[in-house]
């Protein structure tokens, strides 16, 4: 489903159930969890996924499906990003972090009105992020929208250029580089039919990854423009996310959260444990911070550690949410 925000930018929204946020509210969603009654006996929580770099919200489909199986009195909506899909892409425009962040804060806004949460107690409202889409939604939190809870998983919140993965591809992102690569390098992937672009994806990622996963690398190699949109936003990230006194002057605003749950991994390349150990000097003294690092090395896991683009394999998806999320949800 494709919508026009408020934020003025083109995004593209997957919603489960259909139309659970955006919709009409009688028959969004049905409840059979007690831990979500509000006073009025109105139970309506909705979860929005913000992604990661490149933001095609297919790549979380499986995540979402596995929300709906286990919590399903919750809605999940995934958000995309502006440029980073076929549906969503204008060869006239690019799109920054912070472009892609004010369109985020556009959709909530959007929400909020159609809602009236203002005057509705009955509505609650979390946000999760993976790795960029983390730091969209904790510049969210800080913007005063009243969330319940707020999952970063594998989140780039900080110090994105000095991270082990940073210093190795700056340079792929920087100006004339990336046309180079959007332009020539991509020119060959559109020459390959579809069905090898699946069979590629396939091959260099999880086993288990779903149909969404290899439609969604196929939508991204379709056109050149897609890939230079994630590679400038990825530029953008490496300038904008240096330190956390800068992106987070003050952190006081988590302490209005119910639960702010911060999930990390040891291998990691784009969430060293610098960055790691950091999360907790700041966050560790408001109560309502948990931090999860899994090891993935514990009997009868067979994946070992999970790497930081977990949403691309069911398998891992499962592993983070059965971590991070449904324990606290």
């Not at 700056?170 to 699946?198: D, E, K, N, T």
Request: charged share 15%; with cysteine.
């Amino acid at each position: 489903m494709i919508r026009k925000v408020a934020a003025g930018f083109r995004t593209e929204l997957l919603e489960f159930p259909p139309h659970c946020a955006f919709g009409p509210r009688p028959t969004c969603l049905s409840s059979t969890s007690s831990s979500t009654t509000t006073a009025t006996g109105q139970n309506y929580h909705v979860l929005f996924v913000f992604p990661g770099n490149p933001g095609n919200p297919r790549f979380y489909v499986p995540m979402a499906r596995i929300l709906r199986q286990e919590r399903p009195y919750v809605g999940v909506v995934l958000v995309g990003f502006s440029g980073h899909s076929g549906d969503s892409f204008s060869v006239w425009e690019t799109y920054s972090v912070e472009d892609q962040t004010a369109m985020c804060l556009g959709v909530l806004r959007e929400f909020y009105t159609l809602h009236h949460m203002a005057e509705d107690p009955s509505v609650m409202v979390s946000v999760a992020g993976h790795s960029v889409g983390a730091f969209i939604a904790m510049m969210a939190a800080r913007t005063q929208f009243p969330f319940t809870r707020i999952f970063l998983l594998t989140p780039t919140l900080h110090g994105l250029a000095l991270s082990p993965n940073g210093r190795q591809r700056s340079w792929m992102l920087q100006p004339g580089v990336r046309h180079v690569i959007a332009c020539v390098l991509l020119f060959f992937l559109w020459l390959l039919p579809r069905r090898c672009l699946h069979g590629l994806s396939r091959r260099f990622h999880h086993k288990d990854c779903g149909p969404e996963y290899t439609e969604a690398v196929a939508s991204l190699a379709s056109h050149p423009f897609i890939v230079f949109n994630a590679m400038r936003m990825g530029h953008t990230e490496m300038r904008r996310m240096t330190t956390l006194e800068r992106n987070f002057p003050t952190t006081d605003f988590v302490d209005g959260v119910e639960q702010v749950v911060f999930y990390t991994t040891p291998i990691d390349q784009w969430v060293p444990p610098e960055n790691i150990a950091a999360y907790r000097a700041e966050f560790g003294r408001y109560k309502s911070c948990v931090f999860v690092h899994d090891e993935g090395n514990e009997e009868g896991w067979p994946h070992g550690p999970i790497p930081h683009d977990w949403c691309t394999g069911t398998a891992t998806s499962r592993r983070v949410l059965e971590k991070a999320v449904l324990p606290y949800l």
